[in-house]
């Protein structure tokens, strides 16, 4: 950690600072008191001259101090938090600070998961509380010296110390009391919304340079390690984040090359129907196996491949290992009645998707009826796009089942679920956390599930973890769950295991809650 460059003075820091000291030294009220004694001593020793300089002096200063020392740090207009920039120039000032007093500064930025899919879900306005109340929360459970700062639309900085015991257990403490403080339900409209904050941080002497900036940026490359895994992870910086941050860039460049050479595949998490407790449903999610680096998750791949225009052969090749994996399945004598495979919107604005999709199921030589389309609900609600309505009908006419994926993160209206013949509505996962321990939650799951039975479409439940959530969406009678609580996502020989594996426990709804 030696080669650390030492904090630099800027020239902002350096005014800021040789203002202060001004006003501190000529201003303080026993100067004021001596004020008239210095006046007459100057004219006695030098006349009316000197009495002019001093009297010109001290309303100088004032206005050189006011100019020097900073004026007042800008703030975020909604929460009244610091902006960046003023939590930058708090971090160089603490830089300083510490250096002189043998101390040290911790920088934390923590992000609310999914904003966006929140937003979408409650809209600006009652975001916009979320995003106050969770930012009092905060303030509420840092020290009193700790500066927080908005840093981006659900982005969090806080800059802890300078103190002589800010290091790792420090911020560690720190995050966890924000967690915790942010952690309760907030009413919005009589409805309960839960957030949960991911966190990053960087230690002083950990940040390649030691400036505002470096820190910023070190504790949000820590962060988006932390939001791979999301809900509330927490990660520190380290060097080699900095080489895992160089890979995602790099990442870009490299996908078309992946795709083509067989290092995109799909790995498999099973769905459940609550009726009978058999495998109902695999869903095929994209992983990239790299030979170099290790296994690289969707998060961390989609957005270059879209911003790559990428998409839809992502979807060619993840249609293709989804259907031979269900004719491999077949002929091991396992029967999925159908795999779910995700298509991105830009999948669904080709207008040659339908017929593509009908060669695919005919080379398999399976049933369209195997196929699960699944479709996200906020493209569905946004959409005007024609292809993209005309596509999803095709495909339902095809016979494929269309899944609104994401439920309840869109405003798909009951039209909507109608006129795409949607079969399934998947139930996000935001609706599943909790619950069993939250009253709210259950309320709102039953609402759609009620919906739901009206509309006379099915239900899945998206991201069950535990035993708990899974017997009550039983008894609220949602029809299938996908969660941890029965697998993670696999690779095709691990799925393959695991399916025997299950179907010779021969797991009934109940049962499979306690399995
Ligand atoms: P999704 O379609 O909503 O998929 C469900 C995600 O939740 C998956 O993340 C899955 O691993 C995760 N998950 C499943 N059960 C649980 C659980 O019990 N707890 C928690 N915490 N998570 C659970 P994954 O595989 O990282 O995929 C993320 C998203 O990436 C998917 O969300 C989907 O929108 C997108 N995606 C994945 N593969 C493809 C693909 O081939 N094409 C397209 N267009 N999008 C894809
Ligand atoms: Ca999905
Ligand atoms: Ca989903």
């Given at each position: 950690?030696?080669?650390?460059?030492?904090?630099?003075?800027t020239?902002r820091?350096?005014?800021?600072?040789?203002?202060?000291?001004?006003?501190?030294?000529?201003?303080?009220?026993?100067?004021?008191?001596?004020?008239?004694?210095?006046?007459?001593?100057?004219?006695?020793?030098?006349?009316?001259?000197?009495?002019?300089?001093?009297?010109?002096?001290?309303?100088?200063?004032?206005?050189?101090?006011?100019?020097?020392?900073?004026?007042?740090?800008?703030?975020?207009?909604?929460?009244?938090?610091?902006?960046?920039?003023?939590?930058?120039?708090?971090?160089?000032?603490?830089?300083?600070?510490?250096?002189?007093?043998?101390?040290?500064?911790?920088?934390?930025?923590?992000?609310?998961?999914?904003?966006?899919?929140?937003?979408?879900?409650?809209?600006?306005?009652?975001?916009?509380?979320?995003?106050?109340?969770?930012?009092?929360?905060?303030?509420?459970?840092?020290?009193?010296?700790?500066?927080?700062?908005?840093?981006?639309?659900?982005?969090?900085?806080?800059?802890?110390?300078?103190?002589?015991?800010?290091?790792?257990?420090?911020?560690?403490?720190?995050?966890?009391?924000?967690?915790?403080?942010?952690?309760?339900?907030?009413?919005?409209?009589?409805?309960?919304?839960?957030?949960?904050?991911?966190?990053?941080f960087?230690?002083?002497?950990r940040?390649?340079?030691?400036?505002?900036?470096?820190?910023?940026?070190?504790?949000?490359?820590?962060?988006?390690?932390?939001?791979?895994?999301?809900?509330?992870?927490?990660?520190?910086?380290?060097?080699?984040?900095?080489?895992?941050?160089?890979?995602?860039?790099?990442?870009?460049?490299?996908?078309?090359?992946?795709?083509?050479?067989?290092?995109?595949?799909?790995?498999?998490?099973?769905?459940?129907?609550?009726?009978?407790?058999?495998v109902?449903?695999?869903?095929?999610?994209?992983?990239?196996?790299?030979?170099?680096?290790?296994?690289?998750?969707?998060?961390?791949?989609?957005?270059?491949?879209?911003?790559?225009?990428?998409?839809?052969?992502?979807?060619?090749?993840?249609?293709?290992?989804?259907?031979?994996?269900?004719?491999?399945?077949?002929?091991e004598?396992?029967?999925?009645?159908?795999?779910?495979?995700?298509?991105?919107?830009?999948?669904?604005?080709?207008?040659?998707?339908?017929?593509?999709?009908?060669?695919?199921?005919?080379?398999?030589?399976?049933?369209?009826?195997?196929?699960?389309?699944?479709?996200?609900?906020?493209?569905?609600?946004?959409?005007?796009?024609?292809?993209?309505?005309?596509?999803?009908?095709?495909?339902?006419?095809?016979?494929?089942?269309?899944?609104?994926?994401?439920?309840?993160?869109?405003?798909?209206?009951?039209?909507?679920?109608?006129?795409?013949?949607v079969?399934?509505?998947?139930?996000?996962?935001?609706?599943?956390?909790?619950?069993?321990?939250?009253?709210?939650?259950?309320?709102?799951?039953?609402?759609?599930?009620?919906?739901?039975?009206?509309?006379?479409?099915?239900?899945?439940?998206?991201?069950?973890?535990?035993?708990?959530?899974?017997q009550?969406?039983?008894?609220?009678?949602?029809?299938?769950?996908?969660?941890?609580?029965f697998?993670?996502?696999?690779?095709?020989?691990?799925?393959?295991?695991?399916?025997?594996?299950?179907?010779?426990?021969?797991?009934?709804?109940?049962?499979?809650?306690?399995a």
């Amino acid at each position: 950690m030696d080669e650390l460059e030492p904090p630099r003075p800027t020239f902002r820091m350096w005014r800021r600072t040789f203002g202060r000291s001004m006003k501190r030294t000529f201003l303080r009220p026993q100067m004021v008191a001596f004020l008239p004694a210095i006046m007459l001593g100057g004219y006695w020793y030098g006349g009316q001259g000197v009495l002019m300089i001093i009297a010109l002096t001290f309303p100088l200063i004032l206005v050189l101090g006011g100019l020097f020392e900073a004026e007042l740090p800008p703030v975020d207009s909604l929460t009244g938090l610091l902006t960046r920039d003023a939590l930058r120039e708090e971090i160089e000032d603490a830089l300083l600070a510490a250096r002189a007093e043998a101390e040290a500064t911790v920088v934390i930025v923590m992000e609310i998961d999914g904003g966006s899919n929140l937003e979408t879900r409650l809209g600006i306005p009652a975001m916009e509380a979320v995003l106050c109340r969770t930012a009092d929360r905060a303030i509420g459970a840092v020290r009193g010296g700790d500066k927080i700062a908005k840093l981006g639309r659900y982005r969090y900085g806080i800059l802890v110390g300078p103190a002589r015991n800010a290091g790792m257990d420090m911020a560690l403490r720190t995050v966890e009391r924000i967690q915790n403080a942010t952690a309760d339900p907030i009413s919005i409209d009589a409805a309960s919304v839960y957030v949960t904050l991911s966190a990053g941080f960087c230690l002083e002497r950990r940040a390649l340079r030691r400036t505002g900036e470096a820190l910023i940026e070190a504790a949000e490359a820590a962060l988006a390690e932390a939001r791979v895994p999301g809900n509330g992870a927490v990660r520190a910086y380290s060097r080699e984040m900095r080489a895992h941050a160089e890979m995602r860039s790099s990442i870009a460049a490299d996908f078309e090359r992946a795709l083509e050479e067989g290092e995109i595949l799909p790995w498999f998490q099973p769905q459940v129907s609550m009726e009978t407790g058999d495998v109902s449903g695999m869903e095929a999610l994209a992983r990239w196996q790299h030979p170099a680096r290790g296994l690289i998750p969707p998060v961390d791949f989609l957005p270059a491949a879209e911003a790559g225009g990428h998409m839809e052969r992502l979807g060619e090749v993840m249609v293709f290992h989804a259907l031979s994996a269900l004719r491999r399945w077949d002929r091991e004598g396992m029967h999925i009645p159908n795999m779910g495979v995700n298509f991105s919107s830009a999948e669904l604005r080709n207008p040659r998707l339908v017929e593509r999709i009908k060669w695919e199921l005919d080379r398999f030589d399976l049933d369209p009826s195997r196929l699960t389309v699944e479709v996200l609900e906020t493209v569905v609600s946004e959409t005007c796009n024609d292809t993209i309505t005309s596509n999803i009908s095709g495909l339902a006419d095809l016979g494929c089942s269309i899944d609104l994926d994401d439920f309840g993160t869109g405003a798909a209206s009951i039209s909507n679920i109608r006129r795409f013949a949607v079969s399934r509505i998947k139930i996000d996962r935001s609706f599943i956390t909790r619950l069993d321990e939250d009253p709210s939650q259950e309320k709102m799951v039953a609402a759609i599930l009620s919906l739901a039975e009206k509309l006379d479409v099915d239900t899945v439940a998206e991201g069950v973890e535990t035993v708990a959530e899974l017997q009550l969406l039983n008894r609220l009678g949602c029809g299938h769950a996908q969660g941890y609580a029965f697998a993670r996502p696999m690779p095709i020989d691990e799925a393959g295991t695991w399916l025997q594996s299950f179907s010779a426990r021969q797991i009934q709804p109940s049962s499979a809650a306690s399995a």
